[in-house]
């Protein structure tokens, strides 16, 4: 039998454990998302799991859909980066929030774009899974038109804006000319 200690560093060892799991979990998703690799993106989801962001496509075969659809509408070639993981376990499911810096090209056009990321995800079968990957962003448009909070030449990324925090009430979502 394990003593009180041995069983609680077992569970101080399997929680480091998630917590690197997860983090991996981000690390993959922005690997197979920029190298168009669809399925082993798509293996990264629940069956039943949803993106919500530039559109909002549930399940696997709307997801692929959504993503390999995105250069069709101008979405030529992005990297994804992704920091500042917060990670909120609760046995076997997490809440993650963490911040995405995104150059791209949009219609042959050098652009950025940033937000923010709040992924509702489970572990099946001793697997992290997405269920909910949700991206909120703070601006994306052209390189050379600089950045700015609500600053979109995207009208899904406008649509999937971060809402402006009371301390930012006054500023107003822009387009990009």
Avoid at 5 to 14: S, T, V
Avoid at 79 to 105: K, M, Y
Avoid at 150 to 155: G, Q, T
Wanted: glycine residues 8%; negative net charge; proline residues 3%.
């Amino acid at each position: 039998m394990e003593s009180t200690g041995e069983a609680a560093l077992a569970d101080r060892i399997a929680r480091l454990e998630d917590l690197e799991a997860i983090r991996l979990l981000d690390a993959r998703y922005c690997r197979h998302l920029d190298d168009g690799d669809w399925d082993a993106l798509m293996d990264l989801f629940t069956d039943d799991g949803e993106f919500d962001g530039l559109s909002h496509p549930r399940g696997k075969a709307e997801m692929r859909e959504f993503f390999a659809g995105l250069a069709d509408g101008g979405l030529t070639a992005f990297w994804h980066f992704i920091t500042n993981l917060e990670i909120d376990l609760d046995g076997d499911r997490a809440t993650v929030r963490s911040f995405l810096w995104q150059p791209c090209v949009t219609d042959g056009v050098a652009s950025v774009a940033a937000g923010r990321y709040t992924d509702e995800i489970v572990k099946i079968d001793g697997r992290w899974l997405y269920k909910v990957k949700q991206v909120r962003f703070h601006f994306f448009g052209p390189l050379e038109s600089g950045w700015d909070e609500n600053l979109f030449a995207l009208d899904s990324a406008r649509k999937a804006a971060v809402r402006p925090s009371p301390s930012f009430s006054e500023r107003a979502v822009h387009s990009v000319d």
